[in-house]
């Protein structure tokens, strides 16, 4: 498991993370959300050994990460910016991890390789930005460790490369217990494949929160009315959100189903349904109460 602990990484008069209290379980998918320059980068850094808190820890299992050979074979960093060694291939790369990486699936990167369509002898500084991002991808998959860091690791890739990457990092968790942990300022990319979520603005985690936790209790209904509806007509309801155009309501309120669909049926409307609420919606909703825009934060 992964635990920070008032973990603080200043640069100069600049606090990049700002005493951050993060846990990580193993074997879920944790997306770390937050807009440009909220501290994601650095944050995954220190999670992987690059950056040294200046406060705080961070650790796995109760052990530094930082200067931790044996810790660091454990978990694969796949960086925003990527990084390969000079007119190498990603043959290449692939024998530099086998020597770091116990665990590396020969097999399953020949796999990869053919299914994404790369040439493992070709030159990597001749790959566009897309194809660089999925080298990487296959060989932190195939690197077997328990962890795998992605900072925007779907940038840059094609929709149908986006959902294959997401439909392999399901299948190790899955099968072998990967604990990803996935930074992105776009909710949308992290919906489908997180089941835990924390928001970091300015250094700091804002809230850190189970999705179906976060998703209990909170319901988006659809209801048309033929007549108007009284001003008072929704006193009594947990009320998030209540948007009115024409006859149709949209409204996303807290409670339970059963108790929801009773009490709109008991004002009569002419159609009523309830709604999945994505991603982004929860979060609206969780950050006003907290007193915060999200719209601000991300976007």
Same mark, same amino acid.
């Given at each position: 498991?992964?635990?920070?602990?008032?973990?603080?990484?200043?640069?100069?008069?600049?606090?990049?993370?700002?005493?951050?209290?993060?846990?990580?379980?193993?074997?879920?998918?944790?997306?770390?959300?937050?807009?440009?320059?909220?501290? !994601?980068?650095?944050?995954?850094?220190?999670?992987?050994?690059?950056?040294?808190?200046?406060e705080g820890t961070v650790q796995?299992?109760?052990?530094?990460?930082?200067?931790? #050979?044996?810790?660091k074979e454990r978990f694969f960093?796949?960086?925003?910016?990527?990084?390969?060694?000079?007119?190498?291939?990603?043959?290449?790369?692939?024998?530099?991890?086998?020597?770091?990486?116990?665990?590396?699936?020969?097999?399953?990167?020949?796999?990869?390789?053919?299914g994404f369509g790369l040439d493992?002898?070709?030159?990597?500084?001749?790959?566009?930005?897309?194809?660089?991002?999925?080298?990487?991808?296959?060989?932190?998959?195939?690197?077997?460790?328990?962890?795998?860091?992605?900072?925007?690791?779907?940038?840059?890739?094609?929709?149908?490369?986006?959902?294959?990457? !997401?439909?392999?990092?399901?299948?190790? #968790?899955?099968?072998?217990?990967?604990?990803?942990?996935?930074?992105?300022?776009?909710?949308?990319?992290?919906?489908?494949?997180?089941?835990?979520?924390?928001?970091?603005?300015?250094?700091?985690?804002?809230?850190?929160?189970?999705?179906?936790?976060?998703?209990?209790?909170?319901?988006?209904?659809?209801?048309?009315?033929?007549?108007?509806?009284?001003?008072?007509?929704?006193?009594?309801?947990?009320?998030?959100?209540?948007?009115?155009?024409?006859?149709?309501?949209?409204?996303?309120?807290?409670?339970?189903?059963?108790?929801?669909?009773?009490?709109?049926?008991?004002?009569?409307?002419?159609?009523?349904?309830?709604?999945?609420?994505?991603?982004?919606?929860?979060?609206?909703?969780?950050?006003?109460?907290?007193?915060?825009?999200?719209?601000?934060?991300?976007?």
């Amino acid at each position: 498991m992964i635990t920070a602990d008032n973990a603080t990484k200043r640069f100069d008069q600049i606090t990049a993370v700002d005493h951050v209290c993060a846990e990580v379980r193993n074997g879920s998918v944790y997306g770390l959300i937050g807009s440009n320059g909220a501290g !994601k980068s650095t944050f995954l850094r220190m999670l992987s050994g690059i950056l040294k808190p200046d406060e705080g820890t961070v650790q796995i299992d109760g052990a530094d990460i930082f200067e931790n #050979v044996a810790l660091k074979e454990r978990f694969f960093f796949i960086s925003d910016e990527q990084f390969f060694f000079p007119n190498c291939t990603p043959a290449d790369m692939k024998n530099y991890y086998k020597r770091f990486y116990s665990r590396f699936d020969d097999d399953r990167y020949r796999k990869l390789m053919d299914g994404f369509g790369l040439d493992e002898n070709r030159k990597i500084r001749t790959f566009s930005k897309g194809m660089k991002k999925q080298v990487s991808v296959i060989c932190g998959i195939c690197s077997g460790t328990d962890y795998l860091f992605c900072d925007e690791t779907f940038d840059g890739l094609d929709p149908v490369v986006r959902q294959t990457v !997401k439909s392999l990092f399901a299948e190790d #968790v899955e099968n072998r217990g990967l604990t990803p942990v996935i930074a992105s300022h776009n909710l949308r990319e992290l919906e489908d494949i997180c089941d835990h979520v924390g928001l970091l603005h300015r250094g700091g985690i804002l809230f850190s929160r189970d999705l179906d936790e976060m998703k209990l209790g909170m319901f988006k209904m659809q209801c048309i009315f033929t007549s108007e509806l009284p001003e008072n007509a929704w006193a009594g309801f947990d009320l998030l959100h209540l948007d009115k155009r024409g006859s149709l309501y949209t409204l996303t309120a807290r409670g339970s189903r059963e108790e929801l669909l009773d009490r709109v049926n008991a004002m009569q409307p002419t159609f009523c349904e309830l709604l999945p609420l994505t991603l982004e919606e929860i979060f609206i909703n969780e950050t006003e109460v907290a007193g915060y825009d999200l719209k601000k934060l991300l976007f």
